[in-house]
Each structure stands twice: as C-alpha cells, then as structure tokens.
C-alpha cells in the first residue's frame, strides 16, 4: 500500500506535470549537493583500515544495487506481450484465447503448446539458440550411435556371410578410392602410396575376399597370392621407395635417438620423480616410481635444461617411461609432504586473485623467495634461521605483492588436515585475505617436528644434492649412508649450512 506522500507525488505528476518536474529538479541538485559534501567530508578526515575496507564495500554495494536496478529495468521493457507474441484478441480466435489450458479440448491445447513454444523460441537470444542446437546436435549424435552399436549386436554375423560381406567391402572401398583419386588428381607418388595402404595389414579373412575379387580388380597384380614381402613393388609401380614422403630424414634420425634417450633418463631423475617405496607397485618395466611435478612443469625444466635437443610437449608424454607413473595416480601415504603442499596450496589460491599484478612462485622456489639473495649455492645460515635482519620478516613479499587485492567475497582455500578419524582429508577453508596470509604464515613460521619451513626445504634440497653426489661417484664411499653421515659432519662444522639433526631419513 503506497504511503500520503506517494499518492500526493503522482497526483500532483497527473494535475500539474510543469510543478512536479521542478520538483524533480530541485531534489536532483539537493541530493547532488548531499553526495559532493559526504565526499568532502570523508576526504579530509583520517579513517582506519577497517573503515576505508566497510566504506568501499558499501560503495561497492551501491553499484551493485544499480546494476540490479538497471538489469531488471531492461528486462522489464524487453519482456514479450501477448500482441508481441502474436496473439491478438481480436481475431477470430479470441474465443479460444480467452479459455483456460484445462477447459480446452486435445486439438486446441496442442496447438496452444505449439504457439506458446514458438513465442518462447523467438524471445530467446542467439546465444541460447545456438547452444540449444549443439545440445540437440550432439544428443541426436548420441542416439544414432546407440542405435547403431544395438543393431549390431543384435544381429550377429554369422561365420557363412563373413566372406561375402567381406567382398562387399573390398569392392566398396575399390570404388570410393578410385572416385577419390579421379576427384583429388593424385601425384604418381601419392597414388602408389594410397594403393600401398590397401596392402597391409590384412587378415586372413581379407586375403580370401581379396582372392576371389582378382578377376574384377582393376590392380589385381597388386594382390597376387605371394606374401607381400616378396612383391616386387618397386617393379609392379616404377618407384622408388626411398624417394617416399613417409621416409624420416637422416639428420632428423641423428637428433632424435639422443633427444628420445635424454627425455627418458630425465625421467627417472629423483629431482623429477621419486621410487616408490612398496613392492606391490613394480611392474616388469621395472621398479615404480611417481612424479612429483605435473608433465608441463617437467617439460619446462627439460626444455631449459637441454635447449639443444627440443622436444614437444606431445612427444614429451609419450617418451615417459611406462614405470614412471604420473603425479597423484598413487595413495598419498607413499611420497607425501603435508607441509609443502599446504603451503603450495595457499600460494596457488593467491594467485587466483593477484592477476596481472604478478604471480607468487611456488613452494620449492620459496627458499630463494624469503632470503636474502647470495652468490653461493646455498642462503646464509642466519637467513634459514630467521636471524638475519633484512629477511627476518617472512611476510613483508606477501604483503607487497597483495597489497593491491579488494575484493569483499570470501576467498576460498584447501589444506590437508587430520579428520576426527585421524586420517589425512583435504579441509577447504573460507575467509577474507588477511585470514590467508595469516594461516600462510603459520605454515611458514610456526615449527613442524622442530624446523620451520625453509629449513625443511633447505634439508630436502641438500639430502637430494648429498644422494645426487654419492651416485655419481659411488668409488669415493662405501655406501650411500655413510657419505651423507661424512658430508653432514662437515656441514654441521662449517657455517655454510644449518645445523640438521638426522640427515639419515628424509624429511616428512
């Protein structure tokens, strides 16, 4: 029910148009006046940070609301009409327009369906068209399929009409490929390469159709009784097979027998992939190992690593080993580490936001990332233990690489946690951006089974190097333990490295 002000607002709209939009009028310039003086107001004053974030959401909310408005609006004056629909209550069938779909008889509510369809179809967008006829197209394409594998396994073929199919299907593809090649103009090499595809494989079965059609082939030589290794091809065409365009270059053959060698070592490198420790996951390829980076960023690293022997991305894949198993095809419980995947996590849900202001490397870069930045191989041992005065505040490049981040919605992450039966869930956590950087620091700073985080990368990254030089030289220590107990003793006496408790097991 309208208030005494509506109703005096549009009566006076209706009895004196000239007075109501002065009225219009001196309310735009008041209200103009309100907002140009609220924004004075809020410029000169100082606000705190929760001020300035409730202020821009409620600025945010307000645009929202117009968008609203303004959406609503439009679809309000696009809306179909009865007479835009094509119904018009003059015509002769008023009568029937006026009924109500449960008083009609069959025919005319099948034809009232049928107009209502068509009114619905010409109000919807090209978009909506267009999506609508892939679905139709692809659901048609489904049922033909359907119908096609059930026809055939309803009818099974019995042994006595394999050959006389057979036939039928060697005279068919006689006939299309003669029509092809009239219709292409095929090159003499082309058309001897085609004619060759026609050879091989063949099946017994084939061989026999192919025999009782010599007499109406028109290349009927080419499908003598003799094996095909011992045609004369050459001979029977007038070519040379060398000259063919399926012949791989030699040079081609040089680069990519060393190229196709180095990809396969690269695999089973421990930096790339690591052996699985379970006996139940070998196969006769050898002993199982998973990935622990996806097959593009590995692809990345070979690439950089060997910019002298390219390879695709395609070849990439398929060059992998078949005991190399690919990252997340094995239970987590056997190569896992909760703490870089949290972390990894977390900085992969910042990026999502960040945009084009920058990316956030990923985890095992963070070494590099929080310290300060040294000629040497390794950071400082003060920079590792968070002593060290520049570096000592690990948020401070979180900090700056998210200070341009608005966004009032709730920002969703996931972190592997222990569920109430103990065992290790995905948990998927929603809150603001402060709320992140403060769970990413925790995961930082806060110590896990004694070390903070860059002193479990540092420990993983210098075990994997200490493996890494006891393989390449196993003449120099007896065995792989005893060279990483000698090197860890000289690390815990130099200053180069961090103090690391067990160096005999690799850290979880």
């Given at each position: 029910m ?21 009225l219009l ?6 209200a ?19 001020e300035?974030?409730?202020?821009n959401a ?17 679809a ?16 002769k ?5 006026k009924k ?8 005319e ?9 068509r ?20 659901r ?8 096609k ?9 019995e ?13 068919n ?15 003499p ?8 595809n ?19 082939h028109p ?18 065409l ?32 421990d ?23 996806t ?36 239970p987590i ?26 990316q ?13 930045p040294?000629?040497?191989d ?20 979180f ?7 608005y ?26 951006i ?27 990254f ?19 333990r ?6 860890q003793?000289?690390a815990q006496?130099?200053?180069e ?12």
């Amino acid at each position: 029910m309208s208030t005494a002000s509506i109703r005096r607002r549009r009566k006076l709209e209706k009895e004196n148009p000239e007075t109501y939009a002065e009225l219009l009028a001196k309310e735009r310039e008041a209200a103009k006046k309100y907002r140009q003086e609220k924004k004075r107001h809020w410029e000169e004053g100082t606000h705190s940070q929760a001020e300035i974030e409730e202020y821009n959401a409620q600025k945010e909310k307000r645009r929202q609301q117009k968008r609203d408005y303004y959406l609503k609006s439009k679809a309000r004056r696009s809306r179909q009409t009865k007479n835009s629909a094509g119904v018009n209550p003059h015509t002769k069938n008023s009568e029937q327009a006026k009924k109500r779909p449960k008083d009609m008889s069959p025919n005319e509510y099948r034809e009232y369906r049928r107009s209502q369809k068509r009114a619905q179809l010409a109000a919807l967008s090209h978009q909506k068209k267009t999506a609508i006829r892939l679905k139709n197209r692809e659901r048609m394409r489904k049922v033909r399929e359907a119908t096609k594998l059930a026809k055939i396994d309803s009818t099974p073929a019995e042994p006595s009409d394999r050959v006389g199919r057979l036939k039928q299907s060697v005279y068919n593809l006689n006939h299309k490929f003669r029509a092809k090649t009239k219709k292409l103009a095929m090159s003499p090499m082309e058309y001897a390469q085609t004619a060759l595809n026609l050879l091989n494989p063949r099946t017994p079965e084939k061989k026999q159709a192919i025999r009782e059609l010599q007499r109406k082939h028109p290349c009927r030589f080419l499908f003598n009784t003799q094996e095909s290794d011992d045609l004369d091809v050459e001979g029977e065409l007038g070519i040379q097979l060398q000259d063919s365009l399926l012949e791989v270059p030699e040079a081609e053959e040089e680069i990519s027998k060393p190229a196709h060698n180095m990809v396969q070592l690269f695999y089973i490198r421990d930096d790339v992939s690591q052996k699985l420790p379970h006996a139940h996951y070998s196969t006769k390829h050898g002993a199982a190992r998973v990935m622990v980076q996806t097959i593009k960023s590995a692809h990345q690293l070979y690439k950089k690593e060997h910019p002298s022997l390219p390879v695709s991305l395609t070849l990439f894949q398929t060059l992998r080993p078949k005991n190399v198993r690919l990252l997340g095809s094995v239970p987590i419980d056997s190569c896992f580490c909760v703490c870089c995947a949290n972390v990894g996590l977390m900085i992969n849900a910042l990026n999502k936001h960040l945009g084009s202001s920058g990316q956030l490397p990923n985890e095992t870069e963070m070494l590099r990332f929080l310290t300060c930045p040294t000629g040497k191989d390794w950071p400082d041992i003060k920079c590792i233990d968070g002593a060290c005065v520049e570096c000592a505040n690990r948020m401070r490049p979180f900090q700056i690489f998210c200070r341009d981040i608005y966004t009032t919605q709730g920002v969703r992450w996931k972190r592997w946690e222990k569920s109430e039966a103990g065992k290790l869930e995905p948990m998927e956590k929603e809150g603001s951006i402060r709320d992140l950087l403060t769970d990413l620091q925790i995961a930082l700073e806060e110590p896990t089974k004694g070390t903070s985080f860059l002193q479990h990368l540092f420990t993983a990254f210098w075990q994997y190097r200490q493996f890494k030089i006891c393989r390449s030289n196993p003449k120099e220590s007896t065995t792989s333990r005893s060279g990483i107990l000698t090197t860890q003793r000289h690390a815990q006496a130099s200053t180069e490295f961090p103090t690391i408790k067990d160096m005999s097991t690799p850290p979880t």
